[in-house]
């Protein structure tokens, strides 16, 4: 039987042929542009960031036989597939910014709508890798026939898998809405995202602009709240990518399911971070470091709403989300920035069962005029929201202080679906604080005084049941511990 190779040898090279066109990106001209700016292609970046040799590409020879005879263009700009990092599958979508500026041709349209289905029929986190122009002008003459856009999949999908979007570059338009659906987004530090561009912005409105003013890394962490992490470097950005999934995922080894860190618990250091006076500020990632497993604790969005820390970490070997006021900075109120940012992860944990752990100290919501003006009410309610919906195992600590609705939003209201309601012995509490509501209503000073006393000490709310257990600072690790496992 002489079979039929003779007969594939002209498929198999057509097809060795056009496989190489696509994977060569932007062609070397290009490509050493990208290197210049200090930035991976995109293929380098799957590369560094998931596990050697797990990288299984979908749609490599999309836009490669256009109906029309037109050239072909590598992968559409966009590399996409399944890959396993550290051990866990995920679905990627990484623009290339070496073909067509990383622009949104329509094979590339429809590749991306076909790789978010694959991760929500699959279950399987993913992972977008931001540079590129948005939608290619192009598109406006030609029909596109693949819908839903991967807008509205993205949308679908949100709280069902986990989506994490690393800003690499200049992403605008298109891309930059697809991050808008992340559960984090990280932003390289010499990166910006935003939906339009300088020239854009000029063309519709006359201002001369530039893309770090549009959309910088700095900016988007610390002042509009739209990124959660600014990092250095790519490999940097890689990391915490990775780290976000080792927090938010299920174990997916008996290993990490039986947990391998000790569950030592007392920490005498609490003694010296956290002052039983409650006009005195300390900083509250030092108690933080004291609780978290050494290596785990994972900040997020540090730099905005910085009155509130939000956290994620293995306390005795368990995944929880940290949400702890921040007394080193105005006192730990609640302002709407930090209400925003709350809400958003509080939501993140119920959606993927983590644990919520509530660490209070803060005078309550922030008043004045111009916390008033930016809307801190609602911001506050909607956090009151979030950790009211929440569903998983909650556990809330009154460290010092906690006043007026400051008290609610962060989950310590009497039997409020806590697993356990914990505070330290010096607490003070209220539904205002004592020497401000003492002013408020004229009280005397013999009146003030005795309604500070009474809003001084654990020990009234322990007589209500308002906690389950008084402790001792020592044995908060702990207790925490106990808690996540009971």
């Given at each position: 039987m002489s079979g039929y190779r003779q007969d594939w040898e002209a498929l198999l090279t057509e097809l060795h042929t056009r496989s190489e066109a696509a994977t060569a990106m932007g062609g070397e001209a290009r490509i050493e542009r990208q290197h210049a700016r200090g930035r991976l292609t995109a293929?380098?970046?799957?590369?560094?960031?998931?596990?050697?040799?797990?990288?299984?590409?979908?749609?490599?020879?999309?836009?490669?036989?256009h109906p029309q005879g037109q050239p072909a263009i590598a992968a559409d700009g966009l590399v996409g597939g399944v890959?396993?990092?550290?051990?866990?599958?995920?679905?990627?979508?990484?623009?290339?910014?070496?073909?067509?500026?990383?622009?949104?041709?329509?094979?590339?349209?429809?590749?991306?709508?076909?790789?978010?289905?694959?991760?929500?029929?699959?279950?399987?986190?993913?992972?977008?890798?931001?540079?590129?122009?948005?939608?290619?002008?192009?598109?406006?003459?030609?029909?596109?026939?693949?819908?839903?856009?991967?807008?509205q999949l993205l949308a679908d999908i949100q709280g069902a898998i986990p989506v994490v979007a690393l800003v690499l570059g200049?992403?605008?338009?298109?891309?930059?809405?697809?991050?808008?659906?992340?559960?984090i987004v990280i932003?390289?530090?010499?990166?910006?995202?935003?939906?339009?561009g300088?020239?854009?912005?000029?063309?519709?409105?006359?201002?001369?602009?530039?893309?770090?003013?549009?959309?910088?890394?700095?900016?988007?962490?610390?002042?509009s709240g739209v990124a959660h992490l600014c990092c250095a470097t790519e490999t940097e950005c890689f990391a915490r990518a990775r780290h976000f999934l080792q927090m938010v995922c299920a174990p997916h080894s008996e290993?990490?399911?039986?947990?391998?860190?000790?569950?030592s618990g007392d920490s005498d250091a609490l003694l010296d971070i956290i002052p039983p006076d409650v006009s005195r500020p300390y900083d509250m990632r030092k108690v933080l470091d004291e609780l978290a497993d050494s290596g785990s604790l994972l900040e997020l969005q540090p730099d905005f709403g910085r009155t509130?820390?939000?956290?994620?970490?293995?306390?005795?070997?368990?995944?929880?989300?940290?949400?702890?006021?921040?007394?080193?900075?105005?006192?730990?109120?609640?302002?709407?920035?930090?209400?925003?940012?709350?809400?958003?992860?509080?939501?993140?944990?119920?959606?993927?069962?983590?644990?919520?752990?509530?660490?209070?100290?803060?005078p309550g919501v922030m008043p004045g005029p111009a916390a008033e003006r930016s809307g801190v009410l609602r911001a506050a309610g909607n956090m009151f929201s979030a950790q009211r919906r929440f569903r998983g195992r909650k556990i809330v600590v009154t460290l010092r202080k906690a006043f007026g609705f400051g008290s609610s939003v962060m989950g310590m209201n009497p039997w409020d679906r806590q697993t356990v309601s914990l505070a330290l012995p010096g607490v003070s509490l209220g539904g205002v604080p004592a020497l401000g509501a003492a002013a408020a209503t004229g009280a005397s000073a013999v009146d003030a005084a005795a309604l500070l006393e009474r809003q001084t000490g654990a020990w009234a709310g322990a007589d209500t049941m308002a906690f389950d257990r008084v402790i001792d600072p020592r044995q908060l690790r702990a207790e925490l511990i106990q808690a996540l496992l009971d």
């Open positions: 293929r380098e970046r799957i590369a560094a960031l998931v596990d050697e040799g797990s990288f299984r590409e979908y749609g490599l020879l999309a836009a490669g036989h890959a396993r990092l550290d051990g866990r599958p995920v679905v990627l979508l990484v623009e290339d910014f070496t073909v067509q500026g990383g622009s949104i041709g329509h094979p590339n349209a429809a590749k991306r709508a076909r790789l978010v289905r694959l991760a929500r029929e699959n279950r399987h986190p993913l992972l977008l890798l931001l540079e590129g122009a948005g939608e290619r002008a192009s598109n406006q003459g030609e029909r596109y026939p693949h819908a839903p856009g991967d807008l200049m992403s605008a338009g298109h891309g930059a809405l697809a991050a808008m659906f992340a559960d932003m390289q530090q010499d990166s910006a995202l935003f939906s339009a300088p020239p854009l912005v000029k063309a519709a409105m006359g201002i001369d602009t530039t893309a770090e003013e549009l959309g910088s890394a700095k900016m988007h962490t610390r002042d290993a990490a399911a039986a947990g391998e860190v000790a569950t509130l820390i939000t956290a994620l970490a293995h306390i005795g070997g368990q995944r929880c989300l940290i949400v702890a006021n921040q007394p080193a900075v105005e006192a730990g109120a609640i302002t709407r920035h930090a209400a925003e940012k709350a809400s958003h992860f509080i939501d993140m944990a119920h959606r993927f069962s983590l644990p919520l752990v509530m660490l209070v100290d803060n």
